[in-house]
Structures are given as structure tokens and as C-alpha cells.
């Protein structure tokens, strides 16, 4: 969906700038982007003094360069808030405007990274639910602005009067920030827990990529593969002429080194992105605030969340935590799939779920599993390809190395009864259940899977078969779910067409004119 110019503009209403920090918040975001061209022209330069004027006149020009071009765009962005709409203009050469109707945006989400909250300032962004760049936003205003800039628009767009608007476009009135029931919240503890769980070796790759670049700087050859030979080689030797209790020590010593270098990475990513992370239930839906480098404030009104999916990874699940997401129209800052709780247990998941307007799986759940069919046809196809690796490599052995054949046909073999038990395990555990309110899916045997979704917030539903789908008597059931997928494979045929029987005839008894939004 794309928004543009249909909505009336609004006359008598006076265009307004974004706040005029967001010059110098630019500016120092272009040094940023000076450093290495700075650096780069002083050490293309032979004399040291030669040097530092070259890189202080590239860094100098362009601070003036990035400052004189953030100027005159905060000077060419002007916004309008008018009585149906919020038009915003752009561009120097040539301007563009959008318009976008109160009535089509869902949500206004505020988000601040780093530079920008030293300065007090805060990027708004207009949720149309069209998602990526189809969605409008401010960059920047001040924190106050944007608050009450957000709670404007909620207001329009929901049709109260609480909050009007005189001449100037100014609101008659602040609007008290929303206060709301704290549902799951993540504190220092929490978050060092959860980056345990995050190993990352993103670390070493960054450490390539410093090389690669510094390699064109000083004298030395990262990539030269005989002089790191040669330093093994050298090393190897000093190895083995220590003792076997030293060799063992010093490869669990590298091992504890990967470990805590893969720990502290991962806890880095988690202290940065989650850091203060706290749901809260408000009168407008679900709001989740987080970061620590960059805050984002996002509001998800409930009556938006089409289902939940509960996912986990294999370590996680052996501890109990799992983590919750909703599936939601509006987008969050480049997902589809708003996570809620990203490392909780069960107990704290299954209140934040009901909240939303679903259930967790209760043990009465009629649970049907996949056909049986289903399972054997597909243990055979993922079978297949090492079955036929043990062909060939029984026919090219047995004619030109008789004495390899029992161990090049064997290994094949083993990975695809290897691959058949896999497929019969997740089998078992691949299962589906409706009841009167609700369709819920489950997968996985080593990390496990679970999604959930109301059957009255389904748009459709489709039975593909393909040919060998029709012979063997199973089907896959689409359930066409807004903003996101659900699939049941492998559904029984009778079945597929009982569960779509049954929610089409929840859709067709909805009077969705009554539903409450909340």
C-alpha cells in the first residue's frame, strides 16, 4: 500500500521545521563519516607534518560540506499537522509532499539512537502499516514535541476532542504521557543471563574486516599466507616440544578464550538492543520500550495483533526460556513480527498472551498430528539424495577401488537413516489444534515452535496439495493471517477441510462493525 497525495489539505494552517538541533546532529553525523577519508589522505601523505594538515583539511571540509547540505534540508523539510491529515514536504531541488490521512495511520513510534538523545531529540515515525519506506517519519523533533506530537495524532485519528488545535497548529493543551501495567520487564540480571545464551563470533569477523582495511595503511601483509605459516610452524614447534599435560592446557585455555570472547560479544548485543526493556498494557495496546544506545518507544494496539508465536533455540529450551512475538499489521523498525519478550519463561509469557487476547494450549487441546503419510514421504525425499550418493559411490568403487566400497556406501546410508529418523521425530511433535476460539500449531523436537491465531482474525482459508500430495491423500492448510504466515503441513484432507469448514463459518458469523478496537 502506498500512501500519497490523496488526502484535502488543510488551509489556514501554518507549516512548521523539525527542531533545529537536527542541523548539528547532522553535521557530527557527517564527521562520522569524514574519520576514514581523513585518515586515509594523512597516511597516503610521506612527511608526518604533510600529513596531519591533509587529514585535518579533508576533515575540515567536509564538516563544512555536511553542515552547509544538513542546513539547507532541515530548512526544505517542513511538516503540517492540518484536521484530517499530516502533510510533509521535502527535497531542495526538487519537492516532494506527502499526505497521509489520521484515519490511516496506526500508530506513531518514537525512536532515539545515540547523538540524537544527547540532544534531547527523538525521530518520529507514522505506522500506516504499508511498512519499510512507505511509512512517514520526522527526523528529529524535541522529546516533548514528539510526545505530544504522537498523542495529537492518536487523538485525530481516533476522533476525540480532547485535543484541538488553534491556528499555528500548536496543541491547545499537553497531554499527560500514558501510564500503563508493567506486564514483563528485563533488568541487569535478566540481560546477563540472556546474552550466556547469545555466543557470537561476529567479533572476529570485525577484526578481519579492521585488518583488510589496515593491511593498505601500514607495511605489513595480513593476507600474506606464508608469513602466517611460518608463525605456526614456529609455535607448532614450541608445542611439541612441550609436555602433553601443557598441550592440554593450553587448547582448553583457547577454548575458554573463544567462549568468553563469544559471551562478552553476545552479551554486548543484548545489553545494547535490550537494555531497560519494559512492556507495559495501556489504554492504546502494548507499549515496549528499549535500548540503550538506541531508545525505541513502540505503542502495538491490541486489536492490531493478528497472533502470537512462541519460539525458542536448543540450549535456551533445555533451561525453559523461550521467547514471545506478536504478529502485528503495523511494522517495527525492519520486522515484521514485534517481539514482546524476547527471553522469558513459560509462566511469564502466558499472561502477556492473554492480554493479547489469546490462550496458551490447555491439556485438554485436541491435538492432531501430521499424517502419517506425510511423515514417510518425506523422510523418503529427504532420504533420497544420500540414498542416491550410495548408488554412485557403490558403482565408481566397486570398478576402480573395490577396497573402499564397504565404507563410501555406508556412510550415505547411515546419514539417510540418519535423515528418516530425524523426519519420524519431528513427526511426533508436528501437531495442530482448533477449538471454538482459536487454531494452534506446533513444531520441532530440539527447539520448538508454537504459533497461535483467532480464528475470526483470519482472512482465509487454503488447502494446496501438490500432485504427490493428492495421491497420498494430505494437504497443507494456508490460513491467511494479516502481516504474517501460517502454514499447517501435511493435514490429513478430511481434516484440512473440517478446520476451514469451521473457521469460514466463524468469519461468516463475525459482525466485524462490533468488534471493539482496543
Known amino acids: 500500500m502506498n500512501v500519497n497525495d490523496s488526502a484535502p489539505e488543510t488551509p489556514n494552517v501554518e507549516p512548521r521545521n523539525t527542531a533545529p538541533l537536527s542541523v548539528l546532529v547532522g553535521t557530527l553525523s557527517g564527521l562520522q563519516n ?91 515515525k507514522f505506522e500506516t502499516g504499508a511498512g519499510g519506506g512507505d511509512d512517514l517519519s520526522l527526523t528529529y523533533l524535541r522529546e516533548a514535541d514528539g510526545e505530544e506530537l504522537r498523542q495529537l495524532v492518536r487523538e485525530r485519528r481516533d476522533g476525540a476532542e480532547s485535543a484541538v488545535v488553534d491556528a499555528s497548529g500548536e496543541a491547545t493543551e499537553t497531554i499527560a504521557e500514558e501510564q500503563g501495567e508493567p506486564l514483563f520487564a ?32 601500514f607495511e605489513f601483509e595480513f593476507w600474506n599466507a606464508d608469513l602466517w605459516l611460518g608463525w605456526v610452524e614456529d609455535q607448532g614447534g614450541q608445542l611439541r616440544q612441550a609436555s602433553t599435560g601443557l598441550q592440554v592446557l593450553g587448547a582448553i585455555a583457547s577454548l575458554i578464550a573463544v567462549f568468553v570472547v563469544g559471551s562478552m560479544t553476545g552479551m554486548l548485543r543484548v545489553f545494547t538492543r535490550e537494555w531497560g526493556f519494559l512492556l507495559e498494557r495501556t489504554a492504546r495496546g502494548f507499549r515496549r520500550r528499549r535500548g540503550l544506545f538506541t531508545r525505541t518507544d513502540v505503542v502495538m494496539p491490541v486489536h492490531r495483533v493478528q497472533g502470537v508465536k512462541i519460539g525458542t533455540r536448543f540450549l535456551r529450551y533445555r533451561f525453559g526460556w523461550h521467547g514471545l512475538s506478536f504478529v502485528s499489521l503495523a511494522q517495527d523498525s525492519g520486522a515484521s513480527s514485534h517481539v514482546v519478550a524476547p527471553f522469558a519463561k513459560m509462566h511469564e509469557i502466558a499472561p502477556i498472551v492473554e492480554a493479547a487476547g489469546f490462550r496458551l494450549p490447555g491439556p485438554d487441546a485436541d491435538w492432531r498430528r501430521a499424517s502419517g503419510r506425510y511423515m514417510v514421504d518425506s523422510a523418503f525425499w529427504d532420504a533420497a ?51 471454538a476460539d482459536q487454531i494452534m500449531a506446533t513444531k520441532g523436537v530440539l527447539s520448538p515452535r508454537s504459533q497461535i491465531a483467532t480464528r475470526l482474525k483470519l482472512h482465509s482459508v487454503e488447502i494446496s496439495q501438490g500432485p504427490i500430495a493428492r495421491l497420498r491423500g494430505y494437504a497443507t492448510l494456508h490460513l491467511g493471517q494479516a502481516g504474517g504466515e501460517f502454514s499447517v503441513p501435511g493435514v490429513p484432507v478430511e481434516r484440512a477441510r473440517e478446520v476451514r469448514r469451521e473457521v469460514l463459518e466463524t468469519i461468516a458469523q463475525t459482525d466485524f462493525s462490533q468488534l471493539e478496537k482496543a
Open 385 to 435: 539424495f544420500f540414498l542416491i550418493a550410495a548408488a554412485i559411490a557403490f558403482v565408481t568403487t566397486s570398478i576402480f577401488s573395490p577396497d573402499w566400497t564397504a565404507l563410501a556406501t555406508g556412510i550415505p546410508l547411515v546419514m539417510a537413516g540418519i535423515a528418516a529418523i530425524a523426519n519420524a521425530m519431528a513427526w511426533r511433535f508436528q501437531r495442530h489444534a482448533l477449538d
Open 34 to 124: 569524514a574519520i576514514f577519508p581523513a585518515v586515509f589522505a594523512g597516511f597516503s601523505a610521506r612527511s608526518s607534518g604533510l600529513a596531519l594538515l591533509i587529514g585535518l583539511g579533508v576533515g575540515v571540509a567536509i564538516a563544512v560540506v555536511s553542515a552547509f547540505f544538513s542546513y539547507i534540508r532541515w530548512k526544505r523539510l517542513t511538516y503540517t499537522i492540518g484536521a484530517t491529515d499530516i502533510r510533509v514536504e521535502s527535497g531542495v531541488l526538487s519537492r516532494s509532499a506527502r499526505s497521509v490521512p489520521f484515519e490511516r495511520i496506526q500508530d506513531v513510534s518514537l525512536e532515539q539512537k545515540l547523538l540524537p538523545r544527547l540532544f534531547g531529540l527523538v525521530s518520529v
Open 186 to 217: 528485563m533488568g541487569p540480571g535478566r540481560l546477563f543471563t540472556f546474552g550466556l545464551f547469545e555466543f557470537s563470533l561476529a567479533v572476529f569477523a570485525v577484526l578481519a574486516g579492521l585488518a583488510q582495511y589496515a593491511s593498505s595503511l
